[in-house]
C-alpha cells in the first residue's frame, strides 16, 4: 500500500476511536453571552486546578501510557463587558509513555488551548486570541466542525471538548434575541496532530529508503488566513446553524514534488471552500439532530495530487431518561466526486467514493451519582474498523475522580489497527 493510503488509514482510524470519550474532563470553558450576566455577581474571578495521573497497558500487557498531567483555567468579568479565560495544559511523558519522544528521562508537551479577551456592547462582542471554536450539533461525528484541529494522539481516552487545538483568532458576534451572526478570522492555522507525526519515518517505511528530500509548506502568520461567517437561530424546541467558509485543511496532503532519484515530497495545506447546515430539534426528552457538508477542491491524503469534492451528510438521536440515564446513536455517509483521469501515483479504482460511520453512546449514574458508566461502540467501513470501550468514573469525595477505560480496536485490515487494546486507570485531584 502506498503512503497516501497508509496515512489515511492512521488519520481515519483515530478519527472514530477518539469519539467515544465523554466527560473526562467535565470542567468545560463556556460560552460567553455579554447580554445575560449580571456584572455585580459575575465579576469574581474562577480558577480551577486539575493534577491527573494515567496508566494503560496494551493487549500485551506492555505500558502505552505513564504520565502527569497539570490542568490550569480561569475566567473572569472585569466590569460589565470584559470577559477572561485560560486554559492551559501541561503533560509529564515518561519513558515508557507513547507520547515520549526525547532522549530524556521525562519529555513534556505544554498546550495552550484558550487565552482571550472577549468585549461586549450593545448587541455585539469581539473576542480575541487563542481560542477552540465548536460547530454544529454532532456529540462525535465530524461533519460541520471542522474550523478547529483536534489533538488525536491520545485517542482512544480523551473526550472531544478536550483535544481541542487552541489558535489565534478574532470573532466578532451580532446578537439578537433569537438569533446571532458569528464572523471568524484565523491568522495562523495549524493541523492535527497524530501520534505518528513523523512524516520523514511514513515515508523511509513505505519507500524503504531514506534517499528523499521533505518539506513542510505550513504558512506561517498572517501569511493564509481562513475565514468563516456562521448564522445562528434557536427558540425552545429548534436550533439552525448555516456554515460558509474558506479553510487550510486540518489533515495536510504528502504531495511528491520529484519521483526522480533523489525522490522530494512536500507536506501541503490545500485551501478549499466549505459549505455546511446543522439542525437540532428537542423535545421532551428527545433531542434529534442532523448535519450536512460540502467541501471543494480538497486533497486526501488517500488521494495523491487529486483534488476533488466531498459531500457528507449526518444523522443523530438522543434521549435523556430524566438523569436516569443518556442514550445517543450518530451515523455519517461520506460521498466523494472523484474525476474519470488518474492521479499519476494511485488508480481511480483504489481510492474509495463512499465512507461510512456509525456510532452508539449509553451512560448512566449509579449510587447517587458518586459512579458513572459509559460505553461506545463505533464502526467504520470500508476497513470493517470496530471499536467498543466501556469507561467507569468514580467519586469518591468531591475533589477526586477515579476513572477504569477498557478499549478494543479490531478491523480486518491490518492498516488501522495502529492503537491496540488497552485498558487505562487515570486518578485526578481538582482544586
Known amino acids: 500500500m502506498c503512503f497516501q493510503a497508509k496515512f489515511s488509514a492512521l488519520i481515519i482510524a483515530l478519527s472514530i476511536a477518539q469519539t467515544h470519550a465523554a466527560g473526562f474532563d467535565d470542567f468545560q470553558t463556556p460560552e460567553f453571552d455579554a447580554t445575560s450576566l449580571n456584572p455585580e455577581t459575575a465579576n469574581e474571578s474562577n480558577w480551577k486546578n486539575t493534577l491527573s495521573y494515567a496508566n494503560a497497558v496494551d493487549d500485551h500487557s506492555d505500558t502505552v501510557v505513564n504520565r502527569l498531567s497539570w490542568r490550569l483555567q480561569w475566567e ?23 507520547q515520549h519522544a526525547s532522549n530524556e528521562a521525562i519529555d513534556y508537551d505544554l498546550n495552550l488551548n484558550s487565552l482571550y479577551l472577549q468585549k ?45 487545538i487552541g489558535q489565534a483568532v478574532i470573532n466578532w458576534t451580532w446578537y439578537q434575541q433569537d438569533q446571532q451572526i458569528d464572523l471568524y478570522v484565523n491568522f495562523y492555522p495549524t493541523e492535527n496532530r497524530y501520534p505518528l507525526s513523523n512524516y520523514g519515518q511514513i515515508l523511509t517505511d513505505s519507500l524503504g529508503t531514506s534517499n528523499f528530500t521533505l518539506s513542510d509548506e505550513l504558512p506561517g502568520a498572517f501569511e493564509e488566513p481562513e475565514i468563516l461567517l456562521k448564522w445562528q437561530m434557536q427558540n425552545d424546541e429548534h436550533e439552525i446553524q448555516l456554515i460558509a467558509a474558506s479553510l487550510l485543511q486540518n489533515d495536510p496532503n504528502l504531495k511528491p514534488v520529484s519521483l526522480l532519484p533523489p525522490q522530494s515530497f512536500a507536506i501541503e495545506y490545500p485551501r478549499f471552500s466549505f459549505l455546511a447546515g446543522a439542525y437540532s430539534y428537542t423535545s421532551g426528552q428527545h433531542q434529534l439532530k442532523t448535519e450536512a457538508s460540502y467541501k471543494q477542491d ?40 472523484l474525476p474519470g483521469q ?21 451512560r448512566k449514574n449509579f449510587l447517587n451519582e458518586t ?18 470501550s466501556l469507561s467507569i468514573s468514580y467519586t469518591p469525595v468531591d475533589d477526586w475522580i477515579i476513572e477504569l477505560i477498557a478499549t478494543e480496536v479490531d478491523s480486518d485490515n491490518a492498516q488501522y489497527n495502529i492503537y491496540t487494546s488497552n485498558t487505562l486507570i487515570k486518578a485526578s485531584y481538582y482544586w
Open 76 to 98: 473572569s468579568l472585569q466590569g460589565e463587558n470584559n470577559y477572561w479565560v485560560i486554559d492551559t495544559k501541561l503533560r509529564l511523558f515518561n519513558k515508557s509513555d507513547m
Open 298 to 337: 480538497i486533497k486526501p491524503v488517500d488521494t495523491g495530487n487529486l483534488e476533488i469534492n466531498e459531500s457528507s451528510i449526518a444523522l443523530g438521536w438522543e434521549y435523556s431518561a430524566n438523569g436516569n440515564y443518556t442514550l445517543s446513536l450518530e451515523s455519517a455517509v461520506i460521498e466523494r466526486d
Open 342 to 362: 488518474s492521479t499519476g501515483l494511485i488508480p481511480i479504482s483504489l481510492i474509495e467514493t463512499r465512507q461510512e460511520q456509525t456510532v452508539i453512546s449509553w
Open 371 to 388: 459512579v458513572s458508566a459509559t460505553v461506545f461502540a463505533g464502526i467504520f467501513n470500508p476497513g470493517d474498523l470496530k471499536i467498543v
Open 120 to 164: 461586549s456592547f450593545d448587541q455585539n462582542s469581539l473576542k480575541a486570541g487563542f481560542q477552540t471554536i465548536t460547530l454544529g450539533f454532532m456529540d462525535f461525528i465530524i461533519v460541520s466542525n471542522v474550523f478547529t484541529p483536534q489533538d488525536f494522539s491520545e485517542a482512544v481516552f480523551t473526550s472531544p471538548e478536550d483535544s481541542r
